[in-house]
């Protein structure tokens, strides 16, 4: 044996191991964006022959639509129930469905609904007034335990009852008044309430098989539906497959024939499926980060960058000092410069923010939030020397709390240079797990600590209503009469330009009294075949896939030559303003 | 025999109570419960959940009469003897209604000027841990897993297992079984050809796949054989069947899988290779004129497989429960993911169900081979005696 051999053939073997994987990440790295398909390429992608449609879901694990209150499972249910009314295609009000109208009392507290003639479950048998009735008390049922029930806490009796006070669930504003007119009576003047109907806890549920069934009802076996597809296959955690319900009224109206839901809840498994073809929209998992960047720059005509009924911002501790003075506070808002924070750092798409509501509330409400100045340093220098605190002097550090993960501690460091340089404001970052953050919000034992909401309905009060003096989220302790008294008086409102009118000084005194740091307002990005029309943005984020469909040839060859094709919002029933 | 047979089982029972009691205290000394969000869940909400799955219990009120008002608390802790609510019973006094218990209060049931008969929830506390600790021995008694509150108690833990433990272990054992194949046959031709180029560049291959670990393989093989190749699909999972269609969504993940292994495979046939192949016996069979295929595949392969065959126990439980990572990376509908996504959500029951289904296999496997020890070995059985 020659041992030098040996020895020259063993670092040499050593040598490629190390090397070789290297080389390999190199190759990947440069090929990074090649991966990526080309606008080109799917726009030469020949139209599918059939009606399939695919997309990937994380999880879906419960199918009872009086349940189903998180994301998964959300997009299957939609599909297959549907409620007195229904979302739009797009932006749009709320479309009459297994309703045909409505009429609504002078004062807004009176919702009388006529149903669709002839509307049936999936397996024939016709659905009445009396099904959303006992689908409803259902929902509040204490029995059932459903998280989703304190929507319903808009109708009137409805919170009493599911909280177990009062044990009559005829007390609870929904009744049969015959066996296709449903009376509801609300509580407050709801302006958004056919918006809400539109949401999964307010579908019926086919009282005859979850009497029968038990919790099993919702399997394909025993299942009976009212919506544009039946579920006909549903492995949790595998797939599912929907069918065109054959049964349903506007059968005629919907294109797709069959739907494959691919579960997966990892975004890189999500993403690949997609650009492999095998499924159309990549789904509701989300896109990997590191992905959105690149596919924006790449100018990808499948890209798309919807805005979306959330919110990003900074809880100030209002009780603190400094922070006990609005200048401060003020100041602060103003030394941040969200534009190059959403443009170069954060590169999703985000909309920059001076308030706590989106502005999406101009279709549907009338509503346009008020817009206020997001940044200028010379004018947060000047409201800080005025507080007592020039060039930031005599002001101790600021510890900024905030979660691990999501790309909060970028922000945060963002922010802290902008606090350094702007203002001479020393900020110390201090990150923690989740459920120890929320902690520390809900006690109060914070300066400045990072919060976010989505609404919980739509309209500009879900986004208002955190800072009320008892809110459970009002981790700012901000306490104003003022501001409780103009809540009070939206909650009040039925006519819709007075209570725009409630809204807008609701959000001045906001303005005024910033117990926060607005950021700004999410987006979500997707990915969706440019030969699939149908699904538009949608301020809610919900695309009913009935309206979705295929381009003609010929639409897309006009696609193909750089048109975007989109369809417009149905007629819809407006938001009925009550004393009008 | 039967002696052994009964005190190993005895054991193996206590241990499973002694790993459950410590899965129950770690998953509650973790902070936060399964129904806590952003935006926390109103107390009535929260109330009607705790109780659907035992976490919460009514204080019923201890006399008829008119709520007049809380003592304020609207969530948190509560020393035994403080106030609870004031009452105004039928005959017109006033009545002070105390915690019996230290307690936390998830609700209080309506507001001043609600009329209550005796034994109706006046509040809803929180359950002991004692409480729910004795609850669920009892149902584990009864052979009973629970419901998973990911389902809102529609599906039972044991539906789950039943569910995704035939995938983690079928892609374990393909797993297992291509980890042999490549690993004894690379370490034989390893320790066969010793220091020539076979032996390095199979040995490195080994070490890489040992050193690289799944987490970054399948990203890999991912990128390569389905981006880049097309060759085959990945992403899921199909039934169990040896047709193409369906076997080929598994070839990905298997091999990820079972790289690892083979790698460890190697390694350990190499040494037995080596260790065997000098002895006097092998020289024997050389001298007696056997070909040398006949050498290597009689003699030297027993020996080679002798470290492999000790290192199967350990190996089929971490390629089974070890799965964890590649059934993530391939989105396998297996049992892994419970392992995470129920720790991380505080599914209680889930996460005692996955823990006891492992707890149980091991055991049953460790007292299997003792059982099966003391029937092969006299020595064993007399100490036992």
Request: proline share 7%.
């Amino acid at each position: 044996m020659n041992a030098p051999g040996t020895v020259r053939l063993a670092r040499i073997s050593v040598l490629v191991a190390i090397l070789a994987p290297l080389l390999f990440f190199c190759a990947c790295r440069r090929d990074g964006k090649g991966t990526l398909r080309t606008t080109d390429s799917l726009l030469h992608e020949a139209l599918p022959a059939g009606r399939d449609f695919a997309f990937a879901s994380g999880s879906q694990e419960f199918l009872d639509p009086a349940k189903v209150a998180e994301t998964a499972g959300h997009h299957l249910m939609m599909n297959v129930f549907e409620g007195l009314y229904v979302y739009n295609r797009g932006d749009g009000p709320p479309v009459p469905a297994m309703a045909s109208g409505v009429a609504v009392s002078a004062d807004g507290l009176t919702y009388t609904f006529t149903l669709r003639p002839g509307i049936t479950w999936s397996n024939g048998r016709p659905i009445s007034a009396q099904d959303f009735v006992w689908s409803w008390r259902r929902v509040l049922d204490p029995k059932t335990a459903s998280r989703s029930a304190q929507l319903l806490w808009f109708i009137r009796g409805a919170k009493a009852f599911n909280e177990g006070v009062e044990p009559d669930p005829d007390k609870v504003g929904v009744h049969a008044l015959d066996p296709s007119t449903l009376r509801v009576e609300l509580a407050n003047p709801t302006p958004f309430f056919l918006h809400l109907l539109c949401e999964m806890p307010f579908v019926p549920t086919p009282r005859e098989e979850v009497e029968r069934w038990g919790d099993q009802w919702p399997q394909p076996e025993h299942i009976v539906s009212n919506g544009p597809f039946v579920l006909a296959e549903f492995h949790p955690r595998k797939w599912a497959v929907l069918q065109r319900n054959p049964r349903y009224y506007d059968v005629g109206n919907v294109y797709l024939e069959t739907i494959h839901i691919y579960d997966t809840e990892d975004e890189q498994t999500a993403f690949e499926w997609y650009e492999v073809g095998k499924t159309q929209w990549h789904g509701d998992v989300g896109l990997p980060m590191e992905q959105v960047p690149l596919l924006r720059e790449a100018g990808r005509v499948d890209f798309r960058t919807d805005p979306k009924l959330c919110s990003y911002y900074f809880s100030i501790r209002v009780d603190r000092p400094p922070f006990d003075d609005p200048r401060v506070r003020r100041a602060i808002a103003l030394a941040i410069d969200r534009e190059r924070l959403a443009l170069h750092v954060l590169r999703g798409g985000q909309i920059v923010s001076s308030g706590a509501v989106p502005d999406l509330f101009g279709v549907t409400h009338g509503y346009h939030v008020l817009q206020s100045e997001t940044f200028n340093p010379e004018k947060a220098r000047a409201l800080l020397a005025e507080a007592g605190y020039p060039r930031g002097v005599g002001l101790p550090p600021v510890e900024f709390y905030f979660n691990t993960g999501e790309g909060h501690r970028v922000i945060a460091e963002y922010v802290q240079r902008n606090l350094q340089e702007n203002l001479g404001i020393r900020v110390q970052l201090a990150n923690m797990e989740w459920g120890t953050l929320l902690k520390t919000l809900l006690a109060g034992r914070f300066s400045i600590g990072r919060s976010s909401w989505c609404a919980d309905y739509p309209d500009p009060l879900t986004f208002l209503e955190v800072f009320e003096s008892d809110s459970k989220s009002n981790y700012s302790g901000y306490k104003s009469p003022e501001y409780d008294e103009v809540i009070a008086a939206i909650r009040r409102e039925p006519d819709l330009h007075r209570r725009n009118t409630d809204l807008r000084r609701a959000e001045e005194i906001l303005a005024r009294d910033l117990p926060f740091l607005p950021m700004y307002h999410y987006t979500w990005s997707y990915l969706i075949r440019p030969y699939v029309l149908g699904y538009e943005n949608h301020m809610q984020d919900e695309h009913p896939l009935k309206y979705v469909r295929y381009a003609t040839p010929q639409e897309w060859e006009r696609i193909r030559h750089g048109e975007a094709i989109h369809l417009a919002p149905l007629p819809g029933e407006l938001t009925p303003t009550g004393g009008g | 025999m039967a002696a052994v047979v009964l005190r190993r089982l005895l054991q193996g029972l206590l241990t499973l109570w002694v790993v459950m009691t410590l899965s129950f205290g770690l998953m509650r000394i973790a902070p936060g419960g399964p129904f806590d969000r952003e935006k926390p869940l109103p107390p009535a909400v929260m109330a009607n959940l705790g109780r659907t799955f035992g976490l919460a219990a009514n204080v019923p009120s201890p006399v008829s009469g008119t709520l007049l008002r809380f003592a304020g608390k609207v969530r948190g802790h509560v020393r035994a003897g403080e106030l609870l609510a004031v009452l105004r019973a039928k005959n017109g006094s006033e009545v002070k209604v105390l915690a019996d218990r230290d307690l936390t209060l998830v609700q209080n049931v309506g507001e001043a000027g609600r009329a209550l008969r005796v034994g109706e929830p006046l509040c809803v506390r929180e359950t002991s841990l004692w409480e729910q600790y004795v609850a669920s021995l009892k149902s584990y008694a009864r052979l009973d897993l629970g419901v998973t509150y990911a389902s809102e108690g529609s599906t039972s833990v044991l539906h789950n297992l039943m569910q995704s433990f035939p995938i983690s272990l079928e892609l374990g054992l393909y797993a297992l079984i291509v980890a042999l194949i490549l690993g004894v046959s690379a370490g034989l031709l390893a320790g066969l050809k010793r220091n020539t180029w076979i032996d390095y560049v199979s040995m490195t291959t080994a070490l890489g796949a040992v050193s690289l670990s799944s987490i970054v393989l399948g990203p890999l093989l991912v990128l390569v054989f389905g981006v880049w190749l097309r060759w085959l699909p990945w992403g899921g999972w199909e039934p169990f069947s040896f047709r193409w269609a369906h076997m080929q969504v598994k070839i990905l993940p298997v091999v990820t899988l079972a790289l690892v292994y083979a790698a460890w495979f190697a390694r350990l046939a190499r040494a037995g290779v080596l260790e065997v192949i000098h002895q006097d016996f092998i020289r024997t069979a050389r001298a007696k004129g056997l070909s040398e295929f006949a050498v290597v595949t009689r003699h030297a392969l027993r020996g080679a497989l002798l470290p492999v065959v000790s290192f199967l126990g350990p190996a089929l439980a971490g390629i089974v429960t070890g799965s964890v990572v590649v059934e993530r990376i391939f989105s396998v509908p297996g049992i892994g993911e419970y392992f995470v996504t129920a720790a991380v959500n505080r599914d209680y029951p889930m996460v005692m169900g996955t823990v006891i289904l492992y707890s149980t296999l091991l055991i049953v496997a460790n007292v299997g081979v003792d059982i099966a020890y003391a029937a092969l070995d006299p020595r064993i059985r007399r100490e036992a005696a």
